[in-house]
């Protein structure tokens, strides 16, 4: 893939597309989140509402282009969101539903028994106050712990993971995996000139920032709380013995 991705800066109004281009633009994104390849315009024609000839397609892709946000990895592919053009995605375009009281009762249960913040709006507060920081980042370098990497990714931010010991390595490599981060560095054979490189790496090469991009927009439209609780909360099976489930203190 190439490295010329364009990484735009100017403001994009939601004014400027119109409804062929929100629903081709939004395939394009959502087909990108899902499988991180290119889509071409004969596949998108099969995937929009509106029925349009691919020919059609590439006229209103290459408006897209021109707003800075899609572009070619290369000549013969079909096109990719770049940074801005993710970042447009969750500003603008997509769609998050808003929480039950059931499941607003059910995270701040969570949230009091974590010692966190009492209401679902001071737990969005603390964590707006958290990742503001992040955001203004290039890129960061961290050991790579589950919640300061959930922290990043959710900052939209690529890394640089540098794991000590535990859990760390796994969530290093799964950050690389997910092209965030270039290849970690364990602590124990950091060294000055090694640091510089994947640093230097990571702030010229813009995939990185594109893919942290992508993966935050991913994570903004989940709800892993909620799932988890409702995983937990499932009626379970008896034992084979006869007796309560493990866990079941009753």
């Known amino acids: 893939m190439s490295q010329d991705v364009p990484i735009g800066k100017a403001h994009v109004s939601l004014a400027q597309l119109n409804d062929r281009s929100r629903d081709i633009f939004r395939q394009i994104v959502e087909s990108y989140l899902a499988t991180g390849e290119p889509v071409g315009s004969r596949n998108l024609a099969r995937l929009i509402t509106t029925p349009l000839s691919p020919a059609s397609v590439r006229n209103v892709m290459s408006d897209l282009e021109q707003l ?18 993710l970042r447009f995605f969750v ?3 997509m769609e998050v539903g808003d929480l039950t009281e059931e499941d607003r009762r059910a995270i701040e249960v969570q949230l009091a028994a974590a ?4 209401t679902v709006e001071q737990a969005m507060s603390e964590a707006v106050t958290h990742l503001s920081g992040l955001t203004r980042t290039a890129a960061v370098v961290h050991h790579c712990g589950a919640g300061t990497t959930a922290a990043g990714l959710r900052a939209g931010v690529p890394a640089v993971g540098v794991p000590v010991l535990a859990d760390q390595p796994f969530w290093a490599r799964r950050l690389h995996a997910l092209g965030a981060a270039p290849a970690p560095v364990p602590l124990a ?20 920032a594109a893919r942290a991009a992508a993966v935050a927009a991913r994570l903004t439209a989940e709800d892993g709380s909620t799932r988890i609780l409702r995983w937990l909360e499932r009626p379970r099976p008896p034992s084979r013995s006869g007796g309560r489930p493990r866990g079941d203190a009753r």
């Open 68 to 85: 800075g946000l899609i572009y070619a990895p290369h000549t013969s592919a079909g096109r990719l969101p770049t940074e801005l053009g």
């Open 91 to 93: 500003d603008a375009l």
């Open 115 to 118: 010692g966190r913040p009492a």
């Open 189 to 208: 054979k950091l060294t000055p000139d090694r640091l510089a490189g994947a640093l230097r790496s990571v702030t010229t090469d813009p995939r990185y």
